[in-house]
């Protein structure tokens, strides 16, 4: 008989509740595109290092390598509303230690287009009747 070994794991780090997608959402939904960095078209990856106390909030974060613009200051700012899971290793509660990182992407422009279109109808009483219609479409 084969020996199986067991993966062994001593440390349990702090788990985002729902999982990684979850934590996804929540800082697309949170995450707020700064104005300075929309004027001068910014884009970029802000990494961001935290650490989780034994409750689960976010107490430090220090930003590794930012882009600037308000973008370092907004991913700081998106990563200390976190709330983790309580993080316990063998029964102690623990500080635990993440990384992040926050991707900007400048909103693509949407394309608005408006139809407009007439009807003119002339009557008369010898003529037949006509009819003229006048279609436009305008696209920004």
């Known amino acids: ?3 199986i070994k067991k993966k062994k794991n001593f440390l349990k780090f702090a788990q985002y509740p729902g999982g990684k997608k979850v934590l996804e959402k929540f800082i697309t939904e949170h995450l707020v595109y700064p104005k ?7 884009e970029g990856t802000v ?3 935290y650490s989780i106390d034994n409750q689960g909030f976010v107490d430090f974060t220090e930003v590794d390598k930012g882009i600037g ?7 700081l700012r998106v990563v200390k509303l976190l709330k983790y899971a309580k993080p316990k290793n063998r029964g102690v509660r623990v500080r635990s230690f993440g990384k992040i990182n926050i ?3 400048l909103p693509k422009p949407q394309s608005v287009s408006y139809s407009y279109s007439l009807t003119d109808k002339n009557e008369k009483k010898d003529e037949k ?3 003229n ?4 479409t305008l696209k920004f």
């Open 129 to 131: 009747k006509t009819e």
């Open 47 to 49: 990494f961001v290092r």
């Open 133 to 136: 219609s006048y279609s436009y």
């Open 36 to 42: 300075e960095a929309l004027e001068n078209k910014i």
């Open 103 to 105: 991707h900007f992407r």
């Open 69 to 75: 613009f308000g973008c370092d200051e907004e991913a």
């Open 1 to 3: 008989m084969e020996n």
